[in-house]
């Protein structure tokens, strides 16, 4: 029998990666340890600070959400209703279930108001449905932050995603992504400070802390991610994970340390000024989310 780390009970949870086994309490703490420990790591907010949580009511971003509220920080949540099916329908009723179990603020988006639901929109656009949605993210997370009065963002990408992401920049040699990509982007040029405390956390070491935490969460996945390039990075870097454990926290953290300050030296063209329409910062006269909402206008003025 494996004991806990800590404890003499019978440990439940195995991390090979870590060579460290805990019983349910000791992992919980563990977590949230881990946490608090990348937010003082990487400089991220402090009790001061008044946090938004980008809330998909997946494992993830409520595990985060749990975490803070646990860890004392000042943080509401925040939930974009998609307008994807059932998918939406049960994200958002779990979403709303944990912000009223922690006592604690979700502020709600609804796309068919704002602009037109992610399905609806994919029939007035040839772009992937995961790029108008990342742009539509981007959007409301900042002006809505700000609007609501927080100073911070966080949203719940774990370690399997940012090891799929720098795997994906790497092969492509995306220097202007590369330099970006720090669990911490700072506020300016009308951007808030996004922050991604999870950034050291596996996605089963998540799935692990909501399920032994008695989260509900949404456990099938939105129906637009099948298919996508991340999913092969995820598994062949998982797999990789299996033969030699700690591979992707290795590749993360050595970038972090070796390569992402060589890259700062790397000189960025962008200029970044505000949208004549919304006044959001923009790379362009007008931003990419004015843009499709003008495409989307005139289109179904054409088909009216
Ligand atoms: S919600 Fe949106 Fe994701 Fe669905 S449409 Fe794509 S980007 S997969 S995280
Ligand atoms: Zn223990
Ligand atoms: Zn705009």
Redesign the pocket.
């Known amino acids: 029998m494996r004991k806990c780390y800590k404890c003499d009970k019978k440990a439940q949870v195995y991390l090979p990666q870590h060579r460290l086994a805990f019983c349910k309490d000791h992992y919980l703490e563990w977590f949230d340890n881990r946490v608090e420990k990348t937010i003082k790591e990487f400089k991220m907010f402090d009790k001061n600070s008044k946090i938004l949580v980008a809330v ?1 009511g997946g494992k993830d971003s409520l595990s985060l959400w749990n975490a803070l509220a646990k860890l004392g920080y000042n943080v509401d949540g925040f939930y974009i209703n ?1 307008g ?1 099916g059932d998918y939406s329908q049960k994200s958002k009723e779990l979403a709303l279930k944990f912000a009223k179990k922690i006592g604690k603020t979700l502020n709600i988006v609804e796309l068919k108001d704002e602009i037109a639901t ?1 399905p609806e929109m994919k029939t007035y656009d040839n772009r992937p ?2 790029s108008i ?2 742009t539509i993210k981007r959007y409301f997370m900042n002006k809505k932050a700000k609007e609501l009065g927080y100073n911070i963002i966080a949203t719940g990408h774990n370690l399997d995603d940012e090891a799929a992401v720098l795997f994906s920049n790497t092969l492509n040699w995306s220097i202007e992504y590369l330099k970006r990509q720090y669990p911490v982007l700072k506020e300016e040029n009308g951007f808030i400070r996004k922050v991604k405390p999870l950034c050291k956390i596996s996605e089963k070491e998540s799935a692990i802390y909501a399920i032994l935490s008695g989260i509900e969460y949404i456990e099938e996945e ?1 129906p ?2 099948v298919g996508a390039t991340s999913i092969d990075y995820k598994l062949f870097l998982s797999q990789l994970e299996e033969k030699s454990p700690g591979t992707k926290l290795r590749f993360y953290s050595e970038f972090l340390r070796k390569m992402y300050p060589i890259l700062q030296s790397y000189e960025e063209k962008v200029e970044l000024g505000r949208c004549e329409i919304c006044g959001e910062p923009s790379m362009n006269r007008i931003c990419s989310y004015c843009s499709l909402k003008m495409k989307l206008q005139a289109k179904k003025e054409k088909t009216v």
Do not use: D
């Open positions: 998909s998609l994807i992610i449905a995961c949605c990342g939105c637009y991610s």
